[in-house]
C-alpha cells in the first residue's frame, strides 16, 4: 500500500503566498518527516515530527501531525521562487518486522516570481 | 564537513552490462541506506546496511542486485545484467545511528541509464 500521499500532487502559486502541502499515510508511524529535491539533486531534510507532538514550526515551515486522522501538513509561509521543488513526506514505521523510513510520491511546488 | 558522496553522477551501459554504484557516508556515521526513485516517482527503500552488515534488504529484487559496506571503503550497490527497467536515479542516505533517531542525509544520486 502507498504510505505517505502528498496532495495535491503539484501546487504553483506566486511569490509571497503560503503554500500548504498535505500528507496522509496508513499505519502507526514511529515519526514523520518532510524532504525537499530541487530538480536533479538529492533530497534534503526539512523537518521531523515525533509522533507524540502535535506542531512544529523552523523558520517559515510549520508542520502539523494529526495521528487521529493519520495526515500532515507542510505549510511554507512567503513563499519565495527559491522554494520550487518537489516535497516529500516520509513515515518512519515498523513494516515487516524492520523499521524502514517510507516516501510518498512528492509533490511538485513552482512558486512564480 | 563533506556530505554524503555518490559516484558515479551518470552511468551510461547497455543491457546485460553491470552497474556498480558507490556511496561513501558522511564522517561519522556508520548506516548506510540505499533509494531507488523513478521518473516522477518517491524514493523505494532497497537496503539498509552498517559497516559489514545488510541490516534490511527487504526492498531488494532477488535476482542481480547485491549491496556491500566493507570495513574500508564505500558502500557499494552492484546491478548485474542490467536491463532497461534498471535505469532509474539511485540515492544513498547514511545517519550515525539507525531508525528513528532523525533524518538520513542523502547524496546528490546516481543516474542510471540502460541502453
Known amino acids: 500500500s502507498q504510505q505517505g500521499e502528498e496532495d495535491p500532487q503539484a501546487l504553483s502559486i506566486q511569490e509571497g503566498e503560503n503554500a500548504t502541502m498535505n500528507c496522509s499515510y496508513k499505519t502507526s508511524i514511529n515519526n514523520l518527516q518532510w524532504y525537499r529535491q530541487n530538480s536533479g539533486r538529492g533530497l534534503v531534510h526539512l523537518i521531523l515530527?515525533?509522533?507524540?507532538?502535535r506542531e512544529k514550526h523552523s523558520g517559515r515551515l510549520r508542520v502539523t501531525l494529526d495521528t487521529s486522522k493519520k495526515s500532515s501538513s507542510l505549510l511554507i509561509t512567503a513563499s519565495r521562487a527559491a522554494d520550487t521543488a518537489s516535497y516529500f513526506c516520509a513515515t518512519e514505521r515498523t513494516q515487516g518486522g524492520s523499521e524502514k523510513l517510507v516516501f510518498g510520491k512528492g509533490m511538485k511546488l513552482t512558486v512564480n516570481p | 564537513n563533506a556530505g554524503v558522496m555518490q559516484n558515479p553522477r551518470h552511468l551510461v551501459r547497455r543491457r546485460g552490462q553491470e552497474a556498480r554504484l558507490r556511496c561513501s557516508p558522511m564522517k561519522g556515521h556508520s548506516h548506510v541506506y540505499w533509494y531507488r526513485q523513478l521518473p516522477e516517482e518517491g524514493l523505494k527503500f532497497m537496503v539498509y546496511?552498517?559497516?559489514?552488515?545488510?541490516?534490511?534488504e527487504s526492498g531488494m529484487p532477488k535476482e542481480r542486485f547485491s549491496a556491500e559496506f566493507p570495513k574500508e571503503g564505500p558502500s557499494i550497490l552492484r546491478i548485474q545484467q542490467v536491463v532497461r527497467g534498471d535505469s532509474a536515479a539511485y540515492f544513498c542516505?547514511?545517519?550515525?545511528?539507525?531508525?528513528?533517531?532523525?533524518?538520513?542525509?542523502f547524496g546528490e544520486g546516481s543516474r542510471l541509464t540502460v541502453l
Open positions: 546496511l552498517q559497516k559489514e552488515n545488510i541490516i534490511d
Open positions: 515530527i515525533r509522533s507524540n507532538e
Open positions: 542516505a547514511s545517519s550515525p545511528q539507525g531508525w528513528n533517531t532523525g533524518e538520513l542525509f
